[in-house]
């Protein structure tokens, strides 16, 4: 019989080596898209979808667990700042099915006009001229297992 | 001797009716220039500059209380989704040296493009042509007292 997965992001079985740190209620892994260097996802344990369906004590796991999760990324990528978000819901651009807090380090000119976001239509340019910036859930190329278990050993002595 | 203010946020002096809702640690209040209906602001009653400063408890306190603000003001506006973010330091867009939550319900359609960001430089097209979306502390028209303490008001029986 095989083993349940240990890991689970809404439909999808999470390997192992992706994952660099673990609290009984919630896990952090790298992230097949990052934005920018550093760019990781902390999510309970449990498939829940949505941020409400978190009990008390899985919320604030969860958060103490990004918490920490973001001061250590921030000084080991020699940043100075950390994005926090939570993209609640398909119309918040929720795309998997389980919640994650987004963990971005920040930087000084890591985005040219760093957090703006800009409404095509106003803006008046072909969408295909525009490089998209915060859509945290954007389609990017994917990285290969080996890049991201690189990722997550050198994550794993910070914790 | 004038009262000390029961609720500030950096160095500003909040006005209580401002504030729809309070717990030991935490509080919530109505936006000087909300980005959508319902984006509102939850911070720790301590004023501490950067996320990592919070304790455990007001980690944990802080959060619990925007998920509940959160599930309340979708119900109220009507909405289907929630942006929950944090601007953690000035590389992150943070305007305001005290840790605040951004709690903005979302709707189908509420921004054409969601929650893209467009790289100005990437863009090109002048700065002024653009419509300023997601940048949660943008300068945006500020509102009455009066305005805002309805605002509260109104929120307040739904906690």
């Known amino acids: 019989m095989e083993e349940p997965p240990l890991y689970k992001f809404g439909p999808y079985k999470i390997d192992a080596r992706e994952v660099f740190h673990a609290t009984p209620l919630s896990y952090a892994m ?3 898209r990052p934005l920018l260097p550093g760019h990781v996802l902390v999510c309970p344990k449990r498939v829940v979808k949505r941020f409400a369906d978190l009990s008390s004590d899985e919320t604030s796991d969860l958060w103490v667990t990004a918490k920490e999760v973001g001061a250590k990324l921030e000084q080991y990528h020699k940043a100075s700042s950390i994005t926090f978000a939570i993209q609640d819901g398909p119309q918040a651009g929720q795309t998997v099915a389980h919640v994650h807090i987004h963990v971005i380090p920040r930087k000084k000119g890591d985005f040219e006009k760093n957090d703006e976001i800009y409404d095509a ?3 008046k340019v072909k969408e295909k001229e525009m490089k998209e910036k915060l859509d945290l859930d954007v ?4 990285r290969s297992m080996e890049e991201m278990a690189h ?9």
Chains 1, 2 share one sequence.
Do not use: G, P, Q, S
């Open 151 to 159: 990722e997550a050993t050198e994550y794993l002595m910070y914790f």
């Open 121 to 123: 239509i106003d803006v």
């Open 139 to 142: 389609e990017r190329k994917d």
């Open 30 to 32: 790298v992230n097949l």
